[in-house]
């Protein structure tokens, strides 16, 4: 499923029902309520409900323990530990802010 996002991004979002293993994970921490539940009758699997909603955020991604979802942003791939490392840098970045903030109050002192 390709879609433009208003930014002129091209978000496309995928489950793999071969690798889905129906267990909702995926369904609960996306915010934006892209993902829903399909409940079949030989299985349970998680399907894009709204998927003009998804701002490739790839929060989906590091709870899914079988890599089942599928997300590409501008037609590349997003991996698990692309957002792992994304999230990792943006901590850095408060960290530093913080530090420099204590370092300021310090010296103002
Ligand atoms: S987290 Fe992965 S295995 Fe679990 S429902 Fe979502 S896609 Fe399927
Ligand atoms: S990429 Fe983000 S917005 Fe899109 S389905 Fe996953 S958690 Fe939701």
């Not at 998680?46 to 909603?53: F, G, Q, S, W």
């Amino acid at each position: 499923m390709l879609h433009k996002k208003k930014e002129g991004r091209t978000v496309s979002l995928e489950i793999n029902k071969e690798k889905c293993k129906g267990c909702g994970e995926c369904v609960d921490i996306c915010r934006r309520k892209v993902l829903d539940m399909d409940y079949g009758l030989d299985r349970d699997m998680a399907k894009v409900a709204y998927p003009n909603d998804c701002i490739g955020c790839g929060k989906c991604l590091t709870v899914c323990s079988v890599e089942a979802i599928e997300l590409t942003v501008d037609h590349a791939r997003i991996s698990q530990n692309q957002v792992f490392a994304k999230r990792k840098k943006k901590v850095w970045v408060i960290a530093g802010i913080i530090i420099l903030l204590i370092g300021m109050i310090i010296a103002c002192n």
